[in-house]
């Protein structure tokens, strides 16, 4: 990671007025906290530079918190999966691991305190007589029948909630705030519920579970966080932050700050929709190279730099924004530049015969494995009469502007020779099967003897010694810029019908087929590939990671 530190914004100008008015001599504190519900993904990774980036560079600390108040969705995988992405983008919490559950205990002490001083009550209303009287933006809500019980009343009742004395949905705990306050969170919101199910930390050891806005607050004191740091939709929530806080006897008074999400265009950044995914089987799992989530990015061959990278230059506003693809590819391609080898692969074989090259004749011919590099070395390709180019690199009645090849025309085969092609080979329905060609014994490496100009190049593998070799080439999965969906709308009306093309007779150099998962190269010409998981011993599987070129402002406009 860079010694730089990123460009400054509202927030880190918010932190650094506040080590400069003295306000935190013990240095600041933030946290990343997901709720394990599921695997992190792009957006996360901005609210992760966010945190972890503050403390590195205003030497605070970061811990990682796991918000694991909900049992019904919360797992251990994803608890490892959260792990274990946060530490591959380069960040680490240095012992700092918490879960909201570890202060269960802790929180219900909270909960008696604020009944004690009368500030909370037990509501016997059921979910739905809760909702109805809540009132609307315009209307107040209607106080619970329930809200005037005495403390001792309240008391009793929440330890009787607590030991399972009632059935789920039966009582809650709420604050006493006020039910025509402007903002509905603060209409005696519910504190804690009542739930029979095993929690993945805790097990069975508790039946009620405190709410997020009881529970964020709170948490947040306890590990002395300085600056809660969250996206907008938890804007209006802020007021019952403060609420909270003010009301109950804490170690430290955290503040929050909200900041816009990411969104990307063709991508949905939320996990809610992002397991509607997973569960339609839309995608193979979390990690499906067409997935915005790290596993998904690692996977395809995303480097964690080149999002962190992305991280940066987006930058940290409150204004909605939806970044554009080519911002993230941009930063990917600039990552694997200067440090990706480079091999031949063809990824839609078509024969090319050399008529003058006898046939049992092979030779070894030097490429660079980076041509902007030279000091990454160079390899062996075999070379023989029989090769595979590209379909795309021929053209019977070629346009003005097509340098590569074509009937009569000549075109270097890089790092070889000079071939002209003489003739064109059908089978029975007329596709073109096989070129003929012949070659220029005298423009070894490329170079025509008498200095001719010969505009194309194109790349080859040999045919006898290429190996097939199987490639995944990936769209984005959504065909509209700023995709929406819920769990019971028509998903296939949203989705791209071409997020996935899959070749499985690409011919790469021989030297590829053994290559370990998560290897990237770059396939001259193609882009860069990385090799995938679902490899075997028998055939290698790429990914494609990223093309050259950015396409997407000519994709857009067609
Ligand atoms: P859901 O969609 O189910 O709410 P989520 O994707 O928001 O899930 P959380 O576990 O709620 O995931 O998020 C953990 C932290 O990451 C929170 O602080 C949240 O604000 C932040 N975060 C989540 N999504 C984004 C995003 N798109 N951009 C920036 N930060 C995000
Ligand atoms: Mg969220």
Redesign the pocket.
């Known amino acids: 990671m860079s010694d730089q530190h990123p460009p400054t914004n509202f927030i880190r100008q918010l932190v650094a007025a506040d080590i400069e008015a003295g306000r935190y001599r013990q240095g600041i504190t933030t946290r ?7 695997y992190l ?4 990774a ?3 530079c ?1 945190n972890f980036g503050l403390a590195r560079d205003f030497d605070g600390h970061c811990a990682l918190r796991f ?1 694991d108040t909900n049992p019904d969705r919360e797992s251990p995988e994803f608890v490892e999966a959260i792990k274990s992405d946060v530490r591959w983008l380069g960040f680490d919490w240095e012992g700092r691991l918490h879960h909201a559950s570890d202060y269960f205990e802790q929180l219900y002490e909270f909960a008696i305190e604020l009944i004690d001083s009368g500030n909370a009550y037990v509501c016997d209303l059921s979910p739905d007589e809760i909702r109805s009287t809540r009132g609307t933006l315009t209307e107040p809500g209607v106080n619970s029948p329930f809200r005037d019980r005495s403390r001792e009343e309240n008391l009793a009742l929440f330890k009787k909630m607590r030991a399972g004395a009632f059935a789920e949905g039966s009582r809650v705990l709420r604050a006493r705030i006020d039910m025509a306050s402007p903002n509905l969170h603060l209409r005696d919101p519910t504190l804690y519920r009542i739930r029979y199910q095993t929690h993945h930390n805790t097990g069975d050891h508790w039946c009620i579970y405190p709410m997020y806005d009881f529970t964020h607050p709170l948490s947040d004191a306890i590990e002395g966080v300085t600056h809660s ?3 907008l ?2 804007e209006d929530n802020r007021a019952l932050y403060d609420w909270v806080l003010e009301h109950v006897t804490t170690p430290s008074r955290p503040y929050q700050t909200e ?5 990307l265009e063709y991508t949905v ?7 509607i995914l997973v569960e339609q089987k839309v995608v193979s799992g979390w990690d499906d190279p067409r997935m915005p989530t790290l596993s998904g990015m690692r996977r395809r061959g995303y480097p964690p730099e080149a999002l962190v990278d992305f991280c940066t230059r987006i930058g940290v506003t409150r204004n909605h924004q939806n970044v554009e693809l080519s911002v993230l590819e941009n930063c990917v391609r600039e990552a694997l530049d200067p440090r990706t080898p480079r091999a031949f692969a063809v990824i839609r074989p078509l024969k090319l015969v050399i008529e003058n090259y006898p046939e049992d004749q092979e030779e070894d011919l030097a490429a660079l494995n980076h041509p902007g590099d030279e000091s990454q070395g160079t390899r062996q390709l075999s070379f023989c009469r029989e090769l595979y180019i590209e379909h795309d690199d021929f053209l019977e009645d070629p346009p003005k502007k097509f340098f590569r090849l074509a009937p009569g025309r000549e075109v270097r085969l890089r790092y070889a020779y000079l071939v002209t092609c003489r003739e064109v080979v059908r089978d029975a329905s007329g596709n073109i099967v096989e070129i003929r060609c012949t070659y220029d014994p005298q423009s070894r490496g490329g170079n025509a003897p008498d200095g001719r100009k010969v505009k194309g190049t194109i790349h080859w593998v040999s045919a006898r010694h290429s190996v097939r070799a199987e490639a995944r080439l990936y769209q984005p999965l959504f065909s509209d810029p700023e995709p929406g969906f819920s769990s019971d709308g028509d998903l296939d009306s949203v989705l791209n019908a071409t997020s996935l093309t899959t070749l499985d007779d690409i011919q790469v150099e021989p030297g590829l087929a053994q290559a370990k998962p998560g290897t990237v190269f770059q396939f001259e010409r193609l882009g860069y590939f990385c090799v995938d998981r679902d490899s075997t011993n028998s055939m290698a599987v790429f990914n494609r990671t990223v093309g050259l070129r950015d396409s997407w402002a000519r994709s857009r406009s067609g």
């Not at 990343?32 to 599921?38: M, V």
């Not at 950044?269 to 397991?275: G, Q, Y």
């Open positions: 990343f906290p997901p709720e394990p519900n599921g993904h792009i957006g996360h901005k609210s992760i966010l918000d740091l969250c996206t939709e938890f900041f816009s999400r990411l969104s950044v939320s996990k809610r929709l992002l397991t």
